[in-house]
């Protein structure tokens, strides 16, 4: 199947930095990219939708200046954590179709943040 | 916002035995996912299921779907301890999926 990677898998900050997690398509393109954010033991909510060279489309309660995200190309999608909070801390998870709407949702490992 | 409710939360068996976990969901839509996920993994797709099918298999998996009443169940046959993960499905509306809180399950030798 396809492959996305998602990188960094893990990485530790202070309060008050910026963390960018980048999500990548390896053998196909990616029109649109989904991000998600898993709590311990929880399932996995949906932050925002990332478009290829448009604006993410967030959901109901995501703050879009905190968890901005940017798609410039087809095979990579970033989202940047600002001015991270220990609230923030959490697993991190991108996907991307390698077809139509209704195809299969491929999904990174993950990127486990922990803000110090 | 979530949109499948799961139960069981948490399933324990024996090896061998079969393990069921089941899946509603509130809204329309256009498939119905199964996804597995190992601890601090990330997520492995194991069946989808459009809304105009009932039933689905894959190896010792078999997935059903009830449309009339937004439920889907996901059934392991003769489960192995390699079986031991957290399984979630996920609802496909119009390109956006929502999982469910998923069911923990845990299979011993």
């Known amino acids: 199947g396809a492959v996305v990677s998602q990188h960094p898998s893990r990485v530790i900050c202070k309060s008050g930095t910026s963390v960018k997690i980048e999500c990548r398509s390896l053998?196909?393109?990616?029109?649109?990219m989904f991000w998600y954010r898993q709590f311990p033991k929880k399932s996995l909510m949906l932050m925002a939708t990332?478009?290829?060279?448009?604006?993410?489309?967030?959901e109901q309660g995501v703050e879009k200046d905190k968890f901005l995200i940017n798609h410039a190309s087809l095979t990579l999608s970033t989202l940047t954590v600002t001015s991270a909070h220990p609230e923030d801390s959490s697993f991190y998870i991108c996907?991307?179709?390698?077809?139509?709407?209704?195809?299969?949702?491929?999904f990174g490992e993950g990127s486990r943040l922990t803000v110090l | 916002s979530q949109q499948g409710e799961e139960d069981p939360q948490a399933l324990s068996i024996q090896e061998g035995e079969n393990a069921t976990m089941n899946c509603s969901y509130k809204?329309?839509?256009?498939?119905l996912q199964w996804y597995r996920q190992n601890s601090g993994r990330g997520l492995v797709h194991l069946i989808l299921i459009r809304s105009n099918e009932r039933e689905k298999h894959s190896g010792r998996l078999r997935v059903t779907l009830d449309t009339s009443k937004k439920s889907s169940s996901l059934l392991i046959t003769a489960s192995r301890a390699a079986d031991t993960a957290s399984y979630f499905c996920?609802?496909?509306?119009?390109?956006?999926?929502?999982f469910g809180a998923g069911t923990q399950v845990v299979v011993t030798p």
């Open positions: 990332s478009n290829e060279g448009s604006k993410a489309t967030y």
């Open positions: 996907s991307a179709r390698d077809g139509p709407n209704t195809g299969e949702l491929f």
């Open positions: 809204t329309s839509i256009n498939n």
């Open positions: 053998d196909f393109q990616a029109t649109t």
């Open positions: 996920a609802t496909d509306s119009w390109g956006k999926l929502q």
